[in-house]
C-alpha cells in the first residue's frame, strides 16, 4: 500500500469498530433480533487519502452514503466512482475488494458495516448483487437521524439495550436507502403519487363501492393503464387492495368496538352481512365471530 494512503485517521471523524467477540456473543444470545447486525460504523469528512485493501473480499455488507466529493470501489473486474448523493451497497464477498477517495476532491462519507450467518440469503431476499452499482438519493435526512442514533448508542458501550437498539435501527437506516419515498417527510402525496393519492382516496371511501372506473377517473387514466400501473406499485389490482384495506378496516372495528357483525358489514360497504362474513374468513381464515371473540379474550 502507498505509505500515504489510509484506512482511518480523518479530522473530525467519527468511527466504532465492534469486537467481534460482541457481535457473536449478541447475536447467539439474541438469535430472534440479531439475523443481521452490525459490525462497524463510521463517518469520514473529506477523506483525503481514504484507501481500503481487501484482497480476499470481506465478509460484511458495506453501505457507503457519499454526501460531497467523490470515492471509487473495485469488485473483482469491475469499478464504479462514487459521486455526492449518491450511495452503494457492496455485498458480501469473497472476490477482490478495494476502495477509497477521489484524489482531487475526496468523498464525505457515512458508511455502516453489517453481517450475519446468512448474507447470500439476505442479499438474494433484497436484490442486492455485486453488479448494482452506485444508486442516486436525495439528500437522507432521515438516514442520517437513524445513522446518529445507532453511533450514539454504541457510544454508550455494548449493553444489550445498546446493541439491540442499533440493530433494529440498522434495519430501519438500511430501510431509508432502499425505499428512500417512504422516509421523505411530505406534507402531501406529489401530484404525480397516484398510487399514494389512490390509497388514500380507498381510505376515506371504505364504506362506498368503488369501480376500478372510479378510481382511474380521479387521474383522468383509463382504467387498464391505471390498474397497470397500480399492480406494478402494489402487487395487487385496485379492487383487491380496496378489499384488503376493507378488511383491516373490519378488524379495527370488530377489535375495538362493540358492534355486530352486520353493523361492521354495513360499516364498510357490504350490505349482506353474510356476504362480508365469507369475505372475512377467506381473507383471515376465521368467521368475524370467531375474530371479535379471539379479541375479547385478548383484552
Not at 272 to 278: C, E, K, L
Amino acid at each position: 500500500m502507498d505509505k500515504h494512503k489510509r484506512r482511518d485517521g480523518f479530522e473530525g471523524q467519527k468511527l466504532i469498530s465492534l469486537p467481534e467477540a460482541v457481535c457473536l456473543n449478541h447475536a447467539k444470545k439474541n438469535t430472534a433480533l440479531s439475523p443481521v447486525y452490525l459490525t462497524h460504523i463510521g463517518y469520514f469528512p473529506k477523506a483525503i487519502a481514504h484507501y481500503r485493501l481487501r484482497k480476499s473480499g470481506c465478509k460484511d455488507n458495506i453501505l457507503i452514503y457519499c454526501l460531497r466529493g467523490k470515492g471509487w470501489y473495485r469488485i473483482g473486474s469491475r469499478t464504479y466512482t462514487v459521486g455526492p448523493n449518491q450511495f452503494a451497497i457492496i455485498p458480501a464477498t469473497t472476490q477482490y475488494l478495494c476502495y477509497g477517495a477521489d484524489e482531487a476532491d475526496p468523498w464525505t462519507i457515512y458508511w455502516v458495516h453489517f453481517s450475519g450467518p446468512d448474507m447470500d440469503g439476505f442479499n438474494k431476499s433484497l436484490n442486492i448483487r455485486a453488479d448494482d452499482g452506485p444508486r442516486e438519493i436525495l439528500l437522507n435526512e432521515k438516514g442520517l437521524q437513524v445513522w446518529e442514533n445507532m453511533y450514539q448508542s454504541l457510544e454508550m458501550g455494548y449493553s444489550t439495550d445498546n446493541l439491540n437498539n442499533a440493530n433494529f435501527c440498522l434495519y430501519q437506516f438500511i430501510a431509508t436507502f432502499l425505499y428512500p419515498d417512504k422516509h421523505q417527510q411530505r406534507k402531501s402525496p406529489a401530484p404525480e403519487d397516484y398510487i399514494t393519492q389512490t390509497i388514500l382516496y380507498m381510505r376515506s371511501r371504505l364504506h362506498e363501492k368503488l369501480t376500478v372506473e372510479d378510481m382511474a377517473a380521479t387521474h383522468n387514466l383509463s382504467a387498464s393503464y391505471f390498474s397497470t400501473l397500480f399492480r406494478k406499485a402494489t402487487g395487487m389490482p385496485p379492487i383487491d387492495y380496496f378489499i384488503h384495506l376493507k378488511i383491516q378496516k373490519a378488524c379495527q372495528l370488530l377489535f375495538q368496538n362493540n358492534l355486530k357483525v352486520k353493523d361492521v358489514a354495513a360499516a364498510i360497504g357490504y350490505d349482506d352481512p353474510y356476504h362480508f362474513s365469507r369475505l372475512f374468513k377467506k381473507h383471515m381464515s376465521v368467521s368475524p365471530e370467531q375474530y371479535k371473540a379471539a379479541s375479547r379474550r385478548e383484552e
